[in-house]
């Protein structure tokens, strides 16, 4: 995740606080799970009391990205209004005249042709700027150009 606060979705928001309460109740499951160190027998118990372990360290790393995420969030304020932030829907215009309305994500659930998330080439290049801008990207096929045609 990025060191400098970017604003996110409120969506993408319910969907990382949703992640780090079931994260912490995994995490819970997890813990209770674990053996004290003076109870493990043989080489099998040793083995399951590893992998938990492990997983712990595992479940840590990713709530401590998600509370920093979200309170990075929170510092940075709500995605703007007069420039392209996540959350945003554009219009943009491609280098090949071809015009499509996109939304930037925070992330992607699912299969969606018209989200492109935050730290894709296009969704990098996009954030932070106005109509009439255009912007430079690295596409599969080598660089591309897109114009910001509109917002909302």
Do not use: C, N, W
């Not at 979200?70 to 071809?98: E, H, I």
Request: proline share 7%; no cysteine.
């Amino acid at each position: 995740m990025s060191s400098e606060p970017a604003p996110i979705s409120e969506t993408a928001r319910h969907a990382l606080e949703q992640e780090l309460a079931d994260l912490h109740e995994e995490r819970r499951a997890v813990a209770a799970a674990q053996r004290d160190p003076d109870e493990v027998g043989d080489r099998a118990d040793e083995a399951d009391a590893l992998q938990r372990s492990d997983e712990l360290q595992r479940l840590d790393h990713r709530i401590a990205a998600i509370t920093t995420r979200l309170k990075r969030a929170s510092v940075a304020g709500p995605p703007p209004a007069d420039r392209v932030g996540v959350g945003s829907t554009v219009t943009v215009r491609f280098g090949d005249g071809a015009v499509q309305t996109l939304q930037i994500g925070e992330t992607a659930e699912e299969l969606d042709e018209m989200l492109v998330t935050a730290d894709s080439p296009l969704g990098r290049a996009l954030l932070g700027h106005r109509p009439g801008d255009t912007v430079h990207y690295e596409a599969p096929e080598g660089p591309e150009t897109a114009i910001v045609v509109s917002l909302g």
